[in-house]
């Protein structure tokens, strides 16, 4: 995918200048002529650099630039200065409020598009950091905070697109004996081992987290809750028959699961999904239960046991469960 910029510049001719200029650098270039139009499609596109006027009418650059970074939607979007005549103090303003850089006008096309290269390049490692910084670091799935941010996205596009939203909770049942017998080593290779298979038993386009301690969570755009009931089952099953083996030692687990469903949960999609997961270890464990008192479903013994591959089949294309980086471990 294109990095894109961002050109905040009430002179049209000035805009278009640069525009022409930074085309050339294989991008796609976003336009505004004042700073309130600037800060909302900032704000919904997300661009990966703003080339910022400072001289502007109504909110000049510096305000325009407060308001971005007090933003955490745009707070990591590196914001270059265009300006023709500035101060020192006015440059240390502007570096202050969170600006990266200054361009005088008349610019040199050359300098401008060198200045433009190190914002992009600044912006691809910020996102390389923040990517790292979500992944769970045994398992290499997605951890919690990843969760956090995208289930909010995937609860509004379900309901803006009026179709399901499921969530499964697990957690690895006896799982701290584990770690007393065996040792931490054994532990972390447990949860690595289950995460692959709890990837597996999903689509390519669900999203597979690590939640904390030995709890995951699946997230099942597309899916009924009778349907994730099956995914679930399937977890248990596959979870149940696998022998891990690590070191010489050998263990098997079972896994206590809670689903959810948006149209009965709403907001709370992901709490009640944590509270049936409660509910099916405190029935003895190595169960689904189905939150807000749902009756189970019968499970298609063949459904449960079918491969991932057959439920993207049925409900859509497959995607990245996990992340590039992830995919890219050792």
């Not at 570096?95 to 610019?107: C, E, M, Q, V």
């Not at 060198?114 to 992009?120: C, I, K």
């Not at 799982?175 to 081992?193: E, P, S």
């Not at 469960?321 to 050792?330: D, F, G, P, V």
Request: contains cysteine; aromatic residues 4%.
């Amino acid at each position: 995918m294109k990095q894109s910029i961002l050109i905040i510049e009430d002179c049209k001719m000035t805009n278009a200048m640069i525009r022409r200029v930074v085309e050339e650098m294989d991008v796609d270039i976003l336009s505004a002529y004042n700073g309130e139009a600037g800060i909302a499609m900032a704000v919904s596109l997300l661009p990966d650099l703003i080339l910022l006027d400072v001289q502007m009418p109504g909110i000049d650059g510096f305000e325009v630039c407060r308001r971005l970074k007090a933003d955490p939607a745009t707070a990591m979007i590196p914001v270059i200065y265009l300006t023709a005549e500035t101060t020192l103090e006015e440059k240390i303003h502007g570096l202050n409020l969170g600006g990266s850089d200054y361009i005088a006008k008349p610019f040199d096309n050359a300098e401008l598009q060198a200045r433009v290269m190190v914002g992009l390049r600044t912006k691809y490692l910020l996102d390389v950091l923040s990517q790292k910084a979500m992944i769970d670091g045994v398992t290499a799935l997605w951890n919690r905070t990843f969760l956090d941010q995208r289930v909010v996205k995937e609860q509004n596009a379900a309901q803006n697109e009026s179709r399901a939203l499921t969530c499964i909770m697990i957690d690895i049942d006896h799982f701290k004996q584990v770690n007393d017998r065996y040792g931490h080593a054994m532990g972390d290779h447990v949860l690595r081992t289950f995460g692959q298979l709890l990837a597996d038993c999903c689509r390519g386009d669900d999203l597979v987290c690590r939640y904390g301690g030995e709890e995951f969570v699946a997230l099942l755009p597309g899916i009924s809750l009778d349907s994730a009931a099956q995914v679930a089952e399937r977890i248990r099953r596959t979870a149940e028959q696998h022998e891990i083996d690590y070191c010489g030692h050998k263990v098997r687990i079972t896994c206590s699961l809670g689903v959810s469903d948006l149209a009965s949960s709403g907001p709370a999609l992901v709490a009640d999904a944590d509270r049936a997961m409660y509910e099916a270890k405190q029935a003895g464990r190595n169960r689904v239960v189905l939150a807000n008192g749902s009756p189970l479903p019968t499970i298609d013994p063949q459904a449960a046991s079918a491969p991932a591959a057959s439920e993207s089949q049925a409900h859509g294309p497959a995607g990245d469960r996990r992340c590039s980086l992830a995919q890219n471990r050792s």
